[in-house]
């Protein structure tokens, strides 16, 4: 009599196959290349390594560096608009300050002209003009320059054959300014050439 085992057919086992997925390969400790034969995992999902994954990784990093460069340029425009509307007010309260004292430095000029000022006096004088320019103040007009009507302010007039455009002859007040913000125009007498001067008045008709 048989046994059972020997009466039922050999059947074959199915062979398994055992595929190592470990992205770091364990002798060399270096990272595989993707296995080209299964490009794809379960559910069709596709692999970091195929072609579509890494052109979709590619054009995300793009469309992030761009996005922000464009954050990057609108952050550089705002620091340089903050930068320059902090300029502006502090020239504009400077330039009020200095306006405010300009009626000090008129009575120097005045005291300096019938010698009253020495002495101590003359060196309070210095310091004080001292400081107003470390703070941005500068005269404007000076005998011998060219008339500027948005610098100078005409006071006197006179003609003459030995200019050939209109002059500044002689400062009867200083006038300042703070970097490009004119606080007064200077007072000044201008010798014209006389092909410039104005045409002499004529008596009406009697």
């Known amino acids: 009599m048989s046994s059972p085992n020997e009466s039922r057919p050999h059947e074959e086992q199915p062979s398994v196959v055992i595929r190592d997925r ?12 993707p296995d080209e034969e299964t490009p794809e995992r379960e559910g069709g999902e596709h692999v970091l390594g195929t072609p579509d994954r890494a052109g979709a990784l590619e054009a995300q990093l793009a469309e992030r560096t761009a996005e922000l460069r464009r954050v990057e340029a ?3 425009n705002y620091r340089k608009q903050v930068q320059h509307d902090q300029a502006a007010i502090s020239e504009i309260a400077t330039a009020k300050v200095l306006d405010s004292l300009l009626p000090v430095l008129d009575a120097i000029d005045r005291a300096r002209g019938l010698g009253e000022v020495n002495g101590s006096l003359w060196a309070v004088a210095e ?3 001292e400081r107003l320019a470390d703070l941005g103040l500068e005269r404007v007009g000076t005998a011998g320059e060219p008339f500027d009507p948005a610098r100078h302010e005409a006071v006197g007039h006179q003609v003459s ?8 002859t002689a400062v009867v007040r200083p006038g300042y300014q703070v970097g490009t913000r004119l606080l007064r ?15 002499a008045a004529t008596a009406p008709d009697s």
């Open 22 to 33: 470990r992205r770091i390969d364990p002798e060399t400790l270096q990272p595989r290349e």
């Open 74 to 76: 609108e952050y550089e």
């Open 127 to 129: 310091a004080l003009e």
């Open 161 to 168: 054959d030995d200019v050939d455009t209109p002059v500044c």
């Open 185 to 199: 125009p200077a007072q000044v007498s201008v010798t014209e050439p006389p092909d410039q001067a104005p045409p």
